[in-house]
């Protein structure tokens, strides 16, 4: 049960995560935090974006963990939490695996039909 | 011109993917079918789900382009397509990298200050 829980709990992080992924102003946002933490209003600034948009999105990488948040007097700086991206990351590089292992099955098949071209 | 209209479906084709992919249905489908094509009937055994519904999160997998299907007679064969999730991978292990090649800085630096301990 508590293992069962456990899965569904992965399973809505990894929703969540590919979701705040889906969207090509958090994707610059992830990127940008790559190199380090920012303020809002550094995150914000090569956005064409009207503040309350922008904002809109950080709660939404915010909601979904890839990021977190610390308030000081007036200005909120954004952190990056590698922890869900390698998660995410993770995920598609096990489907990866899987069909790598698949070519170089067909690879070893192939390998032992081929004719010896002499 | 047609570089800026390539890195914009370059964009849109994230966006799909990993909206595609921010569903458990449709993770679970995906992993199916990294193991080789199946039909809709198959795919859709192992859900507690009515056809329709089941068949909708089919329809955005493959407008996504993670997957493409071809119908003979009444059977309809879905199959997977490697590069979009490819695309996918590479985009979250390039955000990896760099947060890797920050916590190798870190170690580096760490190095430089450690006091030998005796």
Redo the contacts between chains.
């Keep these: 049960m508590v293992c069962q829980l456990e899965a569904v709990a992965a ?1 809505e992080s ?6 705040a ?4 102003t958090r ?1 610059a946002v ?2 940008r935090l ?3 933490p920012a303020t809002v209003s550094e995150l914000a600034e090569p956005f064409d974006m009207a503040l309350p948009s922008f904002v809109q999105h950080l709660r939404v990488l915010e909601a979904s963990g890839l990021t977190t948040s610390k308030k000081k007097g007036r200005v909120r700086t954004v952190t ?1 939490r ?1 922890a869900s ?2 998660r ?2 993770r ?3 096990q ?2 695996g ?2 790598e292992q ?1 070519l170089d099955q067909l690879d070893d098949y192939l390998a032992t039909i081929e004719e010896p071209s002499q």
Tied chains: 1, 2.
């Design positions: 399973a990894l929703d969540q995560a590919f979701h992924l889906a969207n090509p994707r992830i990127a790559g190199k380090g990056i590698p991206i390698r995410a990351a995920w598609l590089a489907q990866r899987i069909w698949r």
